[in-house]
């Protein structure tokens, strides 16, 4: 009896031993399938970028090096290192309130010398800040960003100041290097850059509209007018970040799936092995999926995708974290980043269109009776509110506040 009872003891526990071995085999061949899978499909996605003309690199994308004798990077180097940590008094509003003229003028002694050397800067265009393309993500220093948007700041500032004395040549030039700041940025394949100089050209814009007078004359309304039909395009500003962004994936989830020394120091983003491994491979091939159908939006109006845009980003928010950790993190406002270039397409058009109004009514004696001028905002002619003498856009989130000052033309002879 006793014997009879180990042998069936025996034999249970060799099938639990035999059941566990049988379960373990069967994770490990479905790891081994899932990943098999995953490593398809996310090789899936780096030929069809590869294909359909994408850049899966960024040093692919990177902007074409400057001759040292025509660079002006050691200029520039020189001139925004004040700017890295600006102080900007409280009282001082660049977007659409009254400047006090004391304050700025005071704020700005600080920085004359900085401001007669961007003036002087030859070859003001020609400007690369050594970044290592090779290294992708790691390669961007966001302090030259800042720095270039805090001196455009003071630049545009500036420009307000020589206005209100009376110099609009002089505020003209501080806005001509704000725009060549701008400038520096246009070949870069970094979604950031692309905003701030997306940044730089609103504080332009907001500039110019403080800077044409009450009263303007033709000739300085003209001179306005060719300076602001001589700035340089935003189109397809956005698009080239997220097209850079998608390289930048690319090439970070390149380099997780290689032994090297970043995945060496973090073990826990390497997807070169471990149990995690077809998971963040699925994670990374839907990742480089999505940006890629935000390359593919950002070519059509603002108007025309900005619902599809919402879709996209609730879709993503909605996604479990422990399944798509590296979309979660890795997954920019694209809302923002495409609404921010169709507004700065819309002041454009109000600047230009405000103008010529101003010139229409020195001309012929009385403003237009209507403009025809499509909002890229809500693909609608733009709002000319002759009762309140003032062109604008009737995009819901800009209609009212202070915000809407600042991308609106009051007409200046306006009774």
């Known amino acids: 009896m006793e014997s009879g009872s180990k042998k069936r003891h025996s034999r249970f526990l060799l099938r639990i031993c035999l059941g566990f071995g049988l379960l373990g085999l069967l994770l490990i061949v479905s790891w081994f399938g899932a990943n098999f899978l995953a490593t398809w499909d996310l090789d899936s996605v780096y030929e069809n970028l590869l294909k359909d003309g994408y850049a899966i690199a960024l040093s692919d994308l990177a902007p074409p090096p400057i001759p040292e004798e025509e660079s ?22 660049l977007f659409g309130n009254p400047v006090d003229l004391d304050i700025a003028t005071d704020w700005l002694k600080e920085h004359q ?76 394949p970094y979604i950031f850059a692309q905003l701030i100089r997306i940044n730089i050209r609103e504080m332009i814009f907001s500039a110019i509209n403080d800077c044409v007078p009450s009263v303007p004359e033709q000739k300085e309304l ?34 997780l799936q290689e032994e090297n020394s970043f995945t060496r120091e973090n073990p826990d983003l390497a997807i070169n092995g471990g149990v995690y491994d077809p998971i963040l491979k699925w994670d990374a091939a839907y990742s480089l999926r999505t940006i890629r159908k935000v390359v593919e ?27 798509y950790p590296l979309t979660l993190m890795l997954f920019p406002n694209i809302h923002m980043a495409l609404k921010m270039e169709a507004l700065n397409k819309c002041r454009l058009l109000i600047l230009k269109t405000g103008i010529r109004c101003e010139l229409d009514r020195l001309e012929y004696g009385s403003y237009p009776e209507q403009i025809n001028i499509i909002d890229p905002l809500t693909g609608k002619p733009l709002e000319y509110d002759r009762e309140i003498g003032r062109i604008h856009t009737t995009h819901p989130t800009y209609i009212t506040g202070r915000k809407s000052d600042s991308i609106a033309w009051k007409l200046r002879n306006f009774k």
Not at 75 to 89: A, C, G, I, N
Not at 300 to 309: N, T
């Open 222 to 255: 003209e001179s306005w007018q060719n300076f602001i039909h001589s700035l340089t395009p935003i189109e397809g500003a956005v698009e080239f970040g997220f097209r850079g962004w998608v390289a930048i994936q690319a090439q970070l989830f390149q380099s």
């Open 72 to 93: 002006s990077t050691k200029s520039y180097q020189k001139v925004l290192e004040p700017f890295e940590d600006l102080d900007v008094p409280e009282d001082l509003d």
């Open 113 to 188: 010398s900085s401001m007669k050397a961007f003036l002087s800067i030859e070859n003001p265009t020609k400007c690369r800040f050594g970044w290592e393309y090779e290294k992708g993500l790691f390669a961007i220093k966001v302090d030259v960003l800042t720095s270039a948007r805090e001196a455009s700041r003071a630049l545009t500032l500036q420009a307000k100041i020589h206005s209100m004395n009376g110099n609009q040549e002089g505020a003209r030039e501080c806005l001509i290097r704000t725009h060549d700041m701008s400038r520096l940025f246009e070949k870069e």
């Open 297 to 323: 939006l950002a070519k059509s109006p603002y108007y025309r995708i900005h619902q599809k845009l919402e879709l996209l980003t609730e879709e993503v928010s909605e996604l479990p974290r422990w399944k």
